[in-house]
């Protein structure tokens, strides 16, 4: 997982990223939660870019959505138990 922002990019004044470039869990996260009406598509010398977010809404959505879903999954794991916590449990039960 990568839990750190990527670059931006500017052309013309315009700073976006391209979501195609982003690490792969930021793009399935962002495609699945982010509104679809935000993507803008850029003309980079005479070539359309689709695909792009502007930096602010990336950004946005970086710390609110996705850094989110990260502490909690930090989180989660913490307090899952792991085969050996089961058995050191069970191994207590059984004693006791």
Do not use: H
Not at 27 to 48: A, P, V
Not at 55 to 62: G, I, P, Q, S, V
Request: hydrophobic share 35%; with cysteine; proline share 2%.
């Amino acid at each position: 997982m990568n839990d750190m922002k990527v670059n931006s990019s500017i052309y013309k004044g315009i700073q976006f990223v391209q979501v195609n470039a982003l690490p792969s869990d930021q793009k399935d996260k962002l495609l699945s939660t982010i509104n679809r009406e935000l993507l803008i598509k850029i003309l980079i010398d005479g070539k359309l870019v689709g695909n792009c977010l502007q930096f602010k809404d990336y950004e946005t959505w970086f710390d609110n959505i996705y850094q989110g879903d990260q502490a909690i999954n930090r989180n989660t794991k913490v307090l899952q138990n792991t085969p050996e916590d089961e058995l050191v449990s069970f191994a207590m039960k059984t004693t006791s």
